[in-house]
């Protein structure tokens, strides 16, 4: 990860413009979050979550599902 400092112009109506390659290179969808801590701000890329790598953390009771409407059916069942 690279890190420097860069001296940005803040302008009139509160304004900054992000560097042009962390844009390109993080920046996902136009929105960041703008964290406030005390005096500093933290500008953090706003990305879709990754629900994949919890797809194996859940328990569903059975080794494979062959047929998913069938292991619907008996799912609602029986919560």
């Known amino acids: 990860m690279k890190k420097y400092v860069v ?6 109506q509160g ?3 992000l560097p042009a390659d962390w844009r390109k290179e993080v920046l996902e969808g136009g929105e960041v979050f703008v964290v406030r801590e005390g ?3 933290k500008i953090i ?3 879709k979550p990754d629900l994949t790598k919890y797809f194996d953390s859940v328990d569903l ?7 998913w409407d069938e292991f619907e ?3 609602y069942e029986i919560s």
Do not use: H, T
């Open 73 to 75: 059916r008996e799912w």
């Open 61 to 67: 009771g059975v080794e494979q599902i062959l047929d």
């Open 39 to 41: 005096n500093i701000l």
């Open 45 to 47: 890329p706003k990305r």
């Open 7 to 12: 001296v940005k112009r803040v302008d009139d």
């Open 15 to 17: 304004r900054i413009v």
